[in-house]
């Protein structure tokens, strides 16, 4: 069975920093892409940052050079850095196995001006 876990999200003010990770199971990790999406109140879920297999990385231009998303293949783990925290990106943070139904639980960050 697939299980994606999320953990990380927290209460911060704006300009802080957090770190998600998303723990994978029951999956060949190493030759999938990941990605980090987020769900406001009211709003779609949205692409975050994706990582493909080998490495290469996209982001959400919303996102663009304060988050990094990065993987560690041997503890099947996904990470999201999120750096310069905005009130803007309070949201439900949640891991997916790019282009399947496989979502995480969520995690919350909420952002505090």
Known sequence: ?????ESGGDLVQAGGSLRLSCAASGIDFNINAMAWYRQAPGK????????K????TNYADSVK????????NAKNT??????S???EDTANY?????GRDIWGQGTQVTVSS
């Open 1 to 5: 069975q697939v299980q994606l876990v």
């Open 44 to 51: 779609l879920r949205d692409l975050v940052a994706l990582i």
């Open 53 to 56: 297999s080998g490495g290469r």
């Open 65 to 72: 050079g304060r988050f990094t998303i990065s993987r560690d």
């Open 78 to 83: 996904v990470y999201l850095q999120m750096n």
């Open 85 to 87: 925290l905005k009130p």
């Open 94 to 98: 949640y891991c997916n196995v790019h």
